[in-house]
């Protein structure tokens, strides 16, 4: 790995900034939501569940700086194993509950 | 102020609890009076408390899991003696302090003993076997040690201060909710629980970083050692499973004390996920136990045979899918929840699949114990013990996979006889081999080899007695968990079992018999090499103990077994033409007090004194920050100190007789008879 990932050589102050501000967005989005119920139900978990997907992708671009060209090539293959680990998990856990769901419905 | 902590909190409802908690008493203060009488507390403070160096911080997990090991037996064979006269009668223990008791064992044992154990072993091995000078972040380590060891002081305090949990080592709601478990107890389990957690998942990282960034020129990953390549695998497993029992437990206790419903039946809360989320966690926590230890075996097996391992590719091909396929099978703990066959079957396959690449590892084992030169050491017993009753245990699992099997063996005393038969044979019995195969690298002297053995004889033996008859219990229908029962027939094996529980008794003592003779016997055992087995990976070319550097000049790697290489080519134990200084980092306060302050914020969560909690996470965050902003953390050693200290050891090196029952040093395994590979 090259010393250009290190913080300070990097991207700048800017790049965090922007991150940060993004960050608190998404956070802000469901919190509103929910509070002041301002959709339906379906409709606010499907939000919620994309603000934390795009929280995700703004974590790794802004504050980890990965970034498809010029992130050495064992740090994505690193991520992929964690993104195929995640799909396990919840991937699993979806099946199994809604599986049990399924049974449990009169 | 005290939140909901009162005077009742005191255990004065039962003789036995009050017993337990004056022992832990007095024993804290018969610790600190001995530690003052000896005018230690400085030395304890400078030298250890405060220490970020690896080997120091492995040695103190270490001894925290030996302490935790302590505890948890009392607990097993006070079980014991319980369901050995509790037939038609109460026995001696009510049903809440027996509840108590299982719960706070299997929390101990997994928590407390365990992880510790292997944790601290990996500390000490792991970066001297890749020739590197530290871990990766020496301070994170320091904070991991000291998060454990405040997780494990919760669990000691619920002895004195109110009551643990009863809900078993699992929690599962609802009746871990604050509806039917309305006491600390729980909240003891959760903190105790987050805490470690916190600090494995930071130990995962800090490995995984050191293996990747921090191995010695030329050590490819396929030169790596065995032992190094289980932790690469136990650390990615605990990196990622960690993080699902920290959000299991934070979420539990937002039901309890924010009146969520995660678990809970109300509001759209389903108790199914807790168990669902928890075994994402607890089953790759089963191979975070056991794959450390199938490092070790690795490395007993090829020393004390004196040859090469056998498959070595194989056996690291077998440990990634290991870690990879633990984490598709944890559904396998609640087949009975009442998933589809489709469901059970895909998570059933996948959990007998495992068993291959395990089969392939035994086979691995035996072929390189065949015609090998085998010297039966401490630890090699361990290893052969292992390798038989391991199978058995294996086979049980293989077994219980099946879900129509698992339908009438669940919750049975045949699973409980099923996982210590993994736990004990294959992970402590792994972490007694890598402790005595290690154990010079910690203190500089080997342990005895004779109460070693007895210790040995009598962990085997109490193995079998106390487990085998569980396993025929579980096919008499007897439950886990029993207090008392009205089946006459079960209490001979009861009583059995309880005859092994003495005997392990009997091999706990000897353990510790054999660390204080040892310690006694320090000048005789002394290693003064560095390499007292003939041992054939890199943490044997240091000397014992290892100096703060470990590596003097950091070696240069050519291939797998890079110290057996050394020997051979008599490139081992060479001076180097010129010493250089060396930067190491500085002691530091910031790991016990981190320590503390979660301490305590446990503690005054447990008791709702939220305004502590609240002090004490400000606390820690101040404390992270200013130690966050120190850049000044080395210093240096110059090489004018170096030199002496390497001097002063590679004088002894060559002063030093050499083992009479051991090849000659230097010799390639080639050379030997029978050792052909
Ligand atoms: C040293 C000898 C040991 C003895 C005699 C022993 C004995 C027992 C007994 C009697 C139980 C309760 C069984 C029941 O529910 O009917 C138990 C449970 C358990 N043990 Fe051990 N044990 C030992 C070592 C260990 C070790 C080394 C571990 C883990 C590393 C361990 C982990 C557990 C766990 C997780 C449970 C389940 C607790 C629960 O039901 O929630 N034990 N053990
Ligand atoms: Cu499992």
Known sequence: MSDAT????????????????????????????????????????????????????????????????????????????????????????????????????? | MFGRLTIEALPLYSAIAMGGALIVVFGTLAVMAAITWMRAWGYLWREWFTSVDHKRIGAMYVILALIMLVRGFIDAIMMRTQQAIAVNSDGYLPPDHFDQIFSSHGTIMIFFMAMPF???????????????????????????????????????????????????????????????????????????????????????????????????????????????????????????????????????????????????????????????????????????????????????????????????????????????????????????????????????????????????????????????????????????????????????????????????MHNSTFLVAHFHNMLIPGALFGYFAGLNYWFPKMFGFRLDERWGKRSFWCWVVGFYLAFMPLYMLGFMGMPRRMEHYDVAAWQPYLVVAFLGAVLILVGLTFTIVQIVVSVRRRAELRDPTGDPWNGRTLEWATASPPAPYNFAVIPTVTGRDAFWTMKADGTAWRRPARYEDILIPRNSAFGPLIGAIAFVLGFAAVWHMWW????????????????????????????????????????????????????????PSAALPGAAT
């Open chain 2, 118 to 408: 292997l944790t601290g072993l990996i500390n000490l091995v792991m970066p001297q076997q890749i020739g590197a000078r530290d871990v990766a972040f020496p301070y994170i380590n320091a904070m991991s040690l000291w998060l454990t060891a405040s997780g494990a002081a919760l669990v000691m305090v619920s002895l004195v201060i109110g009551k643990f949990s009863t809900a078993g080592w699992t929690a599962y709601p609802p009746y871990s909710g604050i509806d039917y478990s309305p006491y600390v107890g729980v909240d003891y389990w959760v903190w105790a629980v987050l805490l470690s957690g916190i600090g494995s998942t930071l130990s995962g990282i800090n490995f995984l970083v050191t293996i990747i960034r921090k191995r010695a020129p030329g050590m490819k990953l396929m030169f790596m050692p065995l032992f190094t390549w289980t932790t690469l695998c136990t650390s990615v497993l605990m990196a990622f499973a960690f993080p699902a029992v920290t959000v299991v437990g934070v979420l539990l206790e937002l039901d309890r004390v924010a009146g969520m419903h995660f678990f809970t039946s109300g509001d759209g809360g389903n108790m199914m996920n807790f168990a669902n989320l928890l075994w994402i966690w607890g089953h790759p926590e089963v191979y975070i136990l056991i794959l450390p230890a199938f490092g070790i075996y690795s490395h007993t097996v090829s020393t004390f045979s004196g040859r090469k391992l056998f498959g070595y590719t194989s056996l690291v091909w077998a440990t990634c899918a290991i870690a990879i396929l633990s984490f598709t099978v944890w559904l396998h703990h609640f087949f009975t929840m009442g998933s589809s066959a489709n469901v059970n079957s895909a998570f059933g396959i996948a959990t007998m699949i495992i068993a291959v690449p395990t089969g392939v590892k035994v086979y691995d084992w035996l072929f390189t114990l065949y015609r090998g030169r085998i010297r039966f050491t401490v630890p090699m017993l361990y290893t052969i013990a292992f390798i038989v009753t391991f199978v058995i245990g294996g086979v049980t699992g293989v077994l219980l996979a099946f879900p129509p099997a698992d339908y009438l």
């Open chain 1, 6 to 106: 290190r913080i300070g050589e990097g991207p700048g102050r800017r790049s965090y900034l922007v991150g940060l501000v993004l960050a608190l967005a998404l956070t802000a989005i469901p919190f509103a939501l929910v509070q002041f119920r301002l959709a339906g139900t379906t409709a606010t978990v499907v939000a919620i569940a994309l603000a934390a997907l795009v929280q995700v992708v703004v974590h790794l671009r802004f504050f980890l700086h990965i970034d498809f060209h010029k992130t050495p090539r064992e740090n994505l293959l690193a991520l992929f194993f964690a993104g195929f680990l995640i799909f396990v998990m919840v991937g699993g856990t979806l099946w199994i509950m809604f599986d049990l769901h399924y049974r449990m419905m009169p």
């Open chain 2, 612 to 667: 502590l909690v609240a002090l004490s996470a400000v606390l820690a965050a101040i404390v992270v920050i200013i130690r966050s902003s120190n850049d000044d953390t080395d210093r240096l050693l110059p090489a004018a100190e170096v030199e002496r200290i390497e001097t002063a050891w590679l004088a002894e090196v060559a002063a030093a007789p050499r083992p009479v029952d051991e090849p000659a040093r230097g010799v």
